[in-house]
Each structure stands twice: as C-alpha cells, then as structure tokens.
C-alpha cells in the first residue's frame, strides 16, 4: 500500500484505500424492505445501522409510495412529524402519497433498522464536466484532487467509492444524484482518518444533490473557505467520529436540505487543525467563523456528540452570525459521557462567540441535554485562556415527543480569570406541550452565568426572581 509523509502531519497516510468494491453486487441491499414509487423500483442499500433508498424526483408533484417489509410488525412510525404520513397498511405492505421529502421510518422503536426515504431533487448535467461517473457504474478513485474551476458530476445509479478533495480550488463543483460511498477507507467495525469530501482555501464552492455514506471519519469539511452552498445532499455515517459535517474556519457557509444521520455530530462549527481528517499542524482552518447558514434540514444524531454543536476547537478570534432554522431533529441519542445534547456551545478556547441564533426547530426525541452552553477548559484546549459566549437566540424552539432533558449554562472562573456566558435570550420555547417561562421549567442548570430572557422579562440567576 502506497504512503505519503506529510510535513504538517504527525503520521503517515495511506495515500490507498484499504479495500475496493468491484462490482455494484458487492454493494449490500436490505434483507428487510423493498420499496417502490409510482411504480418505479429502488434499489435499498443496507448497513448495520440503517438502510437507504435514495428516489430523484423532477419536481414536488406529490408521490405514491409502496414499502414491503418482510418482518411482522406492530408500529410504523414516519419522521419528521411535521410531514404527518399516515400511512395504509395490509399484510406487509405500508403505502402512502406525499410530497417527495426526507423521510426515517422506524419499526416497533427499533433505531437499529430504520429505513431512510431520501427523496432528492435531480440535478441536471452542466455543458462543461471534468470528471464524470455513469450511471450503473462503480468506480475506485481513492482521492480525486480537483483544480480551479472543475465539475465532478456523479449520476442517478453511479457508485463512487474514494473521497473528493480540493485544495486552492476556487469555483468548484460537486453536483449529481450518485453516491459517495466511504466504505473503502476504514474496516467494518472501525472508524478510519480519511474525510469523504474536504475542500481547503477554497473560494465559491457548490456540493448538490449527492449522497454521502459511510465514511470513517468525518463526512464533509470545508475548512477556511468562503463562499460555500451545500444543498440538498444526503450524509450517514455509522462509525463512531463519523460527523456529518464539520465548517471549520469558513465564512459564508450556507447549508440547505440536508438529511444527515451522524454516528457523531450532525453539524458542527470549528476553527482547528483538521485537514486530511486527522489532527495536523496545518494552520489554515484556525481563522474566524461568520455568516453561516443552516436551515430546512432533517437531522438523527446517533449515540456519539451533538445536533447542531458549536465547539470544540475554536482556535480563533471570533465565531458570529451563526443561524441555524427551520430544522427538524428526529434523535437525539443518548452518549453517556455527559456531553451529549441538541443544542450545543462549547467554547474551550479564546474566541468571542455571539450572535448565535436557533429558531423554529422542533425536536422528537432529546434523550441527552436540550441546551448545553459552557466555557471551559477541556481535553481539546489548546488556548492559554478562555473566551466567550454572548447574544445567543433561542426562538420557537420545541420538543414534540419523548423525555424531558435537562439543560445547562456554566461559565468558567479560576483565581485569575472569569467567563460568564450572558445574554441568552428564549422566546416562544415549548416541551411538551408546556411553554416555558423560566430557567427552573427549562429544567437547567445554571453556574457562572448572567442576564438569561425568558420571552421579554430577565432572570436573576441569584434570587430566582424576574
């Protein structure tokens, strides 16, 4: 196997996958569903985790869907609620017309053999495409690097099995219906350093309409670039580190349409050394975070990290104008380690994080901390002191179903040095169906923290009186 030596790397890299997938029958297919849409039959990928049928519709003309599963069983259970399926059922068989959308079902609560429905807009071929992968074709790239002003296209049926990577790539494009499969890069039951698809001082880049699956690390890294539209793609991971996403040191980012399933993080912002998916010394992604958008995204955060996390590894200045909308989180698994949670800020450096905002996002199961804000000293750290956390929005925010997690804030405060998170604001906040009026009913945990809002009217932290 071919190596590499990296100067800014504190190992070598394979510059090889470990495996290759030679034939499109060596792709696993679910022992558990068939599924069909206006008569047209999908091919069901499967995984240990999850199994995944991805249907490419022209338009949002409504769609007759047929699932055969070949179990018995009690419940049918379509996430997100918001979409409210109600399915027909008889011997076998689930049929309901909808809509094309993101869509989870799940047996009798079985989280283990979910089948995923990812219906995604197709995407057209452009005129001018540099590297092209057919339809009912698999193919073997290990690492495609991409110059200035190359379209990668991967059509409806294509498997491409490798990662795709630019570096100063300006004006790129990563666009099709086909599937990005990561497999290659690390064993089964393993998690392995290599990110699927990692862009790097890169200015207008554009990923659309893909599907990226199984990678042994992190899924998707933009890391210090600016002008980045990631639209209508599709992410699972089953391995643990296995992030969704990672915006590391990017301004201008706009997430859009996404479904992701992370065996980790769904969405996280960092400003680290974290090229080539391990730990480096490359400084590059250690800049600034601003203007990032994520909104109309479907979300399932398996046992490992959080939802929508800011942090760790925030080794810059400032992270601002940070807006996460109009999500719907359907799992929020449980971790364990204390340190899992929906609605995360973790600032364990030096940067000043404010102007952060989380509006009209309705969770269906928070089986870990709802909100988690905390400036601290970690494993992570780096920083010699600590920053802040200020100006955070919380609005129309709303737990559907499931338990009742706790939150907490929590400043930082030694002999020399204080932090205290302030101004954070909560409008319009539900669980349950109960709003939400003070930190007490939020169930949080309060230390080291100033000026908390509840709908208008601020919370002493000290007396408990508003």
Not at 83 to 88: D, H, L, R
């Amino acid at each position: 196997m071919a190596v590499r030596f990296n100067p800014n790397v504190s190992a070598y890299l394979n510059t090889d996958p470990l495996s290759r997938v030679d034939s499109l029958d060596q792709l696993e297919t679910s022992p558990l569903y068939a599924f069909s849409w206006n008569g047209r039959t999908e091919t069901v990928y499967h995984t240990d985790s999850f199994d995944y049928v991805v249907p490419v519709v022209e338009d949002d003309s409504p769609v007759s869907v047929e699932i055969q599963v070949k179990k018995p069983f009690q419940e049918a259970v379509f996430r997100p609620a918001r979409a409210e399926i109600q399915p027909g059922r008889e011997e076998g068989l689930i049929r309901f017309t909808a809509k094309p959308q993101k869509l989870t079902l799940e047996l009798d609560g079985d989280l283990k053999t979910p089948l995923f429905i990812l219906f995604t807009k197709r995407v057209e071929k452009p005129e001018q495409v540099d590297h092209l992968f057919q339809r009912g074709n698999i193919y073997n790239i290990g690492t495609l690097e991409l110059k200035t002003g190359d379209t990668v296209f991967l059509e409806e049926g294509a498997v491409v099995c490798g990662r795709i990577h630019g570096y100063l790539a300006d004006h790129i494009r990563i666009l099709g219906n086909g599937i990005l499969n990561g497999c290659v890069w690390h064993p089964k039951e393993e998690n392995g350093g290599r990110t699927l698809i990692q862009t790097v001082m890169c200015n207008d880049v554009e990923i659309r309409g893909v599907t990226v699956v199984d990678g042994g690390m992190w899924q998707i890294l933009p890391g210090a670039c600016q002008d980045v539209r990631i639209e209508d793609i599709n992410i699972m991971s089953r391995v643990c580190t296995g992030d969704g996403i990672d915006i590391a040191g990017c301004e201008h980012v706009v997430l859009r349409g996404a479904f992701i399933r992370a065996s980790d993080d769904c969405v996280c912002i960092k400003a680290c050394n974290c090229l080539e998916g391990v730990y480096t010394m490359d400084p590059s992604p250690c800049r600034d975070v601003r203007d990032i958008l994520v909104e109309g995204c479907v979300l399932w955060n398996a046992e490992p990290g959080n939802a929508l996390e800011i942090g760790y590894e925030l080794r810059c200045r400032e992270v601002c104008g940070i807006i996460f909308r109009d999500i719907d989180i359907v799992h929020c698994q449980y971790e364990g380690n204390q340190s899992g949670g929906v609605l995360t800020i973790h600032n364990a450096d030096r940067p000043y994080v404010h102007d952060i905002h989380y509006e009209d996002i309705r969770i269906e199961d928070a089986q870990e901390k709802l909100i988690d804000i905390k400036v601290l000293d970690s494993k992570y750290s780096l920083d010699r002191i600590r920053g802040k956390v200020e100006d955070v929005y919380f609005r129309n925010i709303e737990i559907l179903n499931g338990p009742f997690p706790v939150s907490i804030i929590r400043g930082f405060e030694m002999a020399n040095e204080m932090s205290r998170p302030q101004n954070i604001y909560f409008e319009n906040i539900k669980i349950l169906g109960r709003e939400i009026q003070s930190p007490n009913q939020l169930r949080m945990v309060v230390e080291l923290a100033h000026n908390l809002h509840f709908n208008g009217k601020t919370y002493c932290v000290k007396t408990g009186e508003r």
